[in-house]
């Protein structure tokens, strides 16, 4: 089960952190994946980390990082500068295995979605 939280209105340049809790996977030996989708776009991948490390899409690259916690099972989307563009429901998603690839198709565990909504 993935539960994310941490979505809320904000504005152009803000920061935010979103939370995406999991349990019956292992956050560290697992690939887990941060999607967003945005009203009338398809799900966009927005980046992802296993052991192998990070991989992030050229939309948020220096703006948007990835941790985890190990301890709390739980893995963070940290975000900067943001921009009225990344105004979505993100979804946290999880795999089994350290491949990160970041297909939607390739994730078997999805969160309920947290919406992000950047506006002045």
């Known amino acids: 089960q993935l539960v994310e939280s941490g979505g809320r209105l904000v504005q152009p340049g803000d920061s935010l952190r979103l939370s995406c809790a999991a349990s019956?996977?292992?956050?560290?030996?697992?690939?887990i994946a941060w999607f967003r989708q945005a009203p009338g776009k398809a799900r966009e991948g927005v980046g992802c980390?296993?052991?192998?490390?990070?991989t992030y899409a050229d939309s948020v690259k220096g703006r948007f990082t990835i941790s985890r916690d190990n301890a709390e099972n739980t893995v963070y989307l940290q975000m900067s500068a943001l921009k009225p563009e990344d105004t979505a429901v993100y979804y946290c998603?999880?795999?089994?295995?350290?491949?990160?690839?970041?297909?939607?198709?390739?994730?078997?565990?999805w969160g309920q979605g947290t919406q992000v909504t950047v506006s002045s």
């Open positions: 019956g996977i292992t956050v560290d030996r697992n690939t």
């Open positions: 998603a999880a795999k089994y295995g350290v491949q990160p690839i970041l297909m939607a198709g390739r994730f078997g565990f």
């Open positions: 980390i296993s052991s192998y490390g990070e």
